[in-house]
Each structure stands twice: as C-alpha cells, then as structure tokens.
C-alpha cells in the first residue's frame, strides 16, 4: 500500500467515526428515534452514509457504508439508508461536505402547519433566509429529492413536509448546528403561536440579511 493510499484510508476511516459520532447525536438530542433519520459525508467523489434500518449504537468501523455520486456502492457490504436520493442531490448541487437528515418533533410539526417557517429568530439568517417547506412525496424517492432542491433553493436547510428536516454544511459539525438550530426555531414559533390572542412579531427580510452577514463572520479566527 503507498503512503498516499494509506493517508487516504486513515482519512476515510476519521471521516466514518465523526459520521457515526453525529449519527448518534440525533438519537440522543432528540432528534431522530432508533434508526429514522440519516447522516452522509463527503470527502472527494466518495460519500460515507449510515446504513439502512441499523441502530447507531451498533455501528463500528467495519459498517463503513460509501457510494460514489451516482449512488454505485464502493464501500462496505451493508444498504445505505433508503434517503440516499436526497443526500446524492445536495452533493451534487451544492458544495456541502456533510448532510444530516432528522424526523424532529417540532420541525416535523411546523411542516404540516405553513409552507415556510415564520422568521421569528435571527438565525434565520443562518440557514440562508426564511426555512421552506419542501412539498410532500414518498420518502426515498426522487419525487422527494427534487421538492428538497427547490425548497433548499439559497438556502442551507428546509423542513420536508409531513416528514422532517435537511440541513448541509462544509463539516459534520456545521450540518448537524443547522439542524439544531431549526429544529429550536421551530419549537420557538409553535411556542410563541400558542399564545391565546398574541401574534409573534416575525423579522423583516432586511433584519435577517442584516444578520445573516454578521452570523458569516460569528466565532473565532484562526
């Protein structure tokens, strides 16, 4: 094996840890229950997914699961999970380097209320602007991967009707932040909009540029 083999299979190997690591994450934050939602990254033209119906405590580094772009199996033995049509669409889309896809209770709740999610926090402004709703379709379909793309249209994130969420970012850690932050966005507006006789004040489109320009430059520099 050469060195620059060896360096690329210890990458994918670090790569398939953090995934499963995020995997883990949903069920444990609440965001997905047993095996329902589905975590994918990219390193080159390969994509590491979580495998079909498998509970992610039970993943090791002999699951590993990729396909190419198209979606040819080239790693591992197991199916990847049965969403891997909209994952593929967003890698071939987009510049994203890692996809998480969750069934959250809140977001899946505000996607059967309204088409795009009222902009009642800043960090709207996070996921590109106001959160769409992508039209329902079967899920595994790519009925479903394109209502995603036009929904994800400028933006990193959107919530899948009667379903769930999707969210990209240029890491694993990006990805699964963007979740988290629209799944709490979501419980914000369903909180707030329970209020009897009180309407949430909601930003306007020049308030969440306004943010999303200063969230771009959030955090340390190194």
Do not use: F
């Not at 198209?70 to 889309?93: C, D, K, N």
């Not at 996921?127 to 394109?146: D, I, K, N, Q, S």
Request: hydrophobic letters at 40%.
């Amino acid at each position: 094996m050469t060195e620059q083999r060896r360096d690329a299979d210890e990458e994918t190997a670090r790569l398939w840890a953090a995934l499963v690591e995020t995997a883990r994450r949903t069920v444990a934050d609440g965001l997905v229950v047993g095996t329902s939602g589905n975590v994918s990254a990219r390193v080159g033209d390969l994509v590491l997914v979580t495998p079909s119906g498998v509970p992610y405590d039970r993943l090791t580094p002999d699951d590993i699961t990729g396909v190419d772009l198209t979606g040819r199996p080239v790693l591992g033995t197991l199916l990847p999970t049965s969403e891997l049509p909209m994952h593929l669409a967003v890698y071939r889309t987009t510049d994203a380097r890692a996809v998480v896809h969750t069934h959250a209770v809140h977001a899946t709740a505000v996607s059967t209320l309204v088409p795009e999610l009222p902009a009642v926090h800043y960090m709207t402004g996070a996921l590109g602007g106001p959160v769409r709703v992508a039209p329902y379709a079967t899920y595994g379909t790519e009925e479903l991967a394109e209502n995603m793309l036009r929904a994800l249209d400028g933006r990193s994130g959107c919530l899948l009707q009667n379903h769930g969420t999707i969210t990209y970012g240029a890491g694993l850690d990006q990805a699964y932040d963007r979740t988290a932050q629209l799944e709490w966005m979501c419980r914000l507006w369903l909180t707030a909009s329970s209020v009897p006789g009180l309407t949430p004040s909601l930003l306007s489109e020049a308030q969440l540029a306004e943010a999303g320009e200063r969230l771009k430059g959030y955090g340390q520099r190194r």
